[in-house]
């Protein structure tokens, strides 16, 4: 009986922690981090609040209060190697470059990054291919420092594209779309 209501406990914990996680807003540009490289412009940010949460465009920067900034890159056409993984049934492919500058003050662990893509009204494949994409990020990202990747995904229709990101589970989910 105790280990159920101790489960029961950690359950609740873990529920509140989801649900109190750090409030999102936006800036007009997301920051550059110490390791950026000489010719990096930030987009401008294109953001709104609504019932459905926190909406951003494509090509645009959204940062949290307390200083994480994620920017998703415009879709771009990605075609896959040979050896690449996800392209069951699809024959259309996208490619999203993704910026995360750590504005915080503490280490930020991008193990919990989480980013699923819809395309059309079907849930988007995503697709590894490690030798054209790399691999996501695993190295705790030091306050100030930057890191940049891209994800690619099968699609239906590479007009129709709406990509939900959040940091890890304490941060607000922020949909991005054209």
Known sequence: MMKKIAGLGLCLTALAMTACGVPASHSDSAR???????TNESAQTSTSTSARGVDAAFGSAYTWDDGLSVEVGAPETFTPGAYAAGTEGYDQFVALTVRIVNGTSENWDPSMFYA???????EASRVFDS?????TPSTSLLPGREVEFTMAYGVNDPADLVMEVAPDFSYQNVIFHS
């Open 32 to 38: 550059t981090g110490v390791n950026a490289g000489s």
């Open 116 to 122: 699923t893509l819809q395309s059309g009204n079907q």
């Open 131 to 135: 030798e054209q994409l790399g691999n």
